[in-house]
């Protein structure tokens, strides 16, 4: 028997690993000239801001999500057969602005999980790669104090390697391939407070399992292949940005729009409805003296969940800047 994990919280969460990271490992290979000591606008896949035309963000996240709780449906219980649940990865992440006007990102997170107590074995791997555009569609100056950008997003994600997702609490995903859609909206007053947001739907595919027939949701399927519902996210977020300093804190919210909770002593399936409410915090700071390199820091608690684990998750990084 096995427990409930933050799956929905771990393809988000992996998004969150994702969300403040970047890759700094090619910037030593490519020909560049470094940008200079101006202020650079913290950007990452999940806010609303842009870089500048041919600015190259790139770097690498490590993130650490655990729990010893979780939500079987409505009802919150632990597990004595798993204990602690432990997701880890290391995500690099390179971001790119075209132009002023749109901005495309790559991300890619390695995962491995384990679990504290029983037998079940950790699973590891690369997961889903993320493409991401990000399209500014609007740009006015409000009260002749603050800048709003309005953004048009779209991107997929797919997975890299042949992981499977029929064995939660331990799987690194769920193997659907993913489109994006995102309206999102970012208002910055000139003393450096900002909220930041957007609404997002994910398309999600179906998945394909090592086995002829499941049973979910009530019904019996003679079949290896699940439909997977859509999921709906919304994210908001206040905080103050200025100099070398972005310090965000917000509130982002999963609702998987169809499937069904987990049985009663069973493990997670992959199609299952997963809800969850997370409080995040970050910092963002250039390091002195060395003024291209950006250090990432992160926190993340799921408040309140549908058959996901209470999660508490740490992340830590860097970033570097640079012009083509």
Not at 52 to 68: K, L, P
Not at 137 to 159: F, H, I, Q, S, Y
């Amino acid at each position: 028997m096995h427990s409930r994990p933050g799956l929905g919280a771990l393809l988000r969460r992996l998004a969150a690993c994702v969300r403040g990271a970047s890759p700094s490992l090619f910037v030593a290979a490519c020909g560049l000239t470094i940008a200079g000591t101006r202020p650079i606008a913290a950007q990452t896949l999940e806010d609303a801001e842009m870089l500048r035309a041919r600015e190259v963000h790139a770097g690498v996240m490590y993130g650490s999500s655990s729990w010893n709780e979780y939500w079987e449906g409505t009802v919150k219980r632990s597990n004595g057969n798993v204990g602690t649940v432990e997701t880890q990865s290391i995500a690099v992440h390179v971001g790119y602005g075209v132009n002023q006007r749109l901005t495309m990102i790559a991300a890619l997170p390695y995962v491995w999980t384990g679990a504290s107590d029983g037998v079940l074995q950790g699973m590891s791997g690369r997961q889903d790669l993320t493409l991401l555009a990000k399209y500014r569609v609007a740009n006015p100056l409000v009260a002749g104090r603050a800048r709003l950008k309005v953004l048009a997003v779209a991107g997929a994600t797919m997975p890299t390697s042949d992981y499977t997702p029929d064995f939660l609490p331990m799987s690194i995903g769920l193997q659907s391939k993913n489109a994006i859609t995102r309206v999102a909206a970012h208002l910055q007053d000139r003393t450096g407070w900002f909220v930041d947001g957007y609404a997002e739907r994910l398309w999600r595919s179906n998945v394909t399992l090592d086995r002829s027939a499941y049973y979910t949701d009530g019904q019996y399927f003679e079949t290896n292949e699940v439909s997977m519902p859509d999921v709906a996210m919304y994210r908001g977020a206040i905080g103050w940005q200025r100099g070398i300093w972005c310090i965000p804190v917000g509130i982002t919210a999963q609702r998987t729009l169809g499937g069904g909770d987990i049985r009663r002593q069973d493990m997670p399936f992959v199609s299952n409805r997963m809800n969850h409410t997370t409080a995040h915090a970050e910092l963002m700071v250039f390091i002195p003296g060395a003024s291209n390199l950006r250090l990432d820091l992160g926190a993340a608690r799921t408040l309140s969940g549908r058959n996901v684990g209470q999660s508490t998750s740490i992340m830590a990084g860097f970033t570097y800047v640079f012009h083509l």
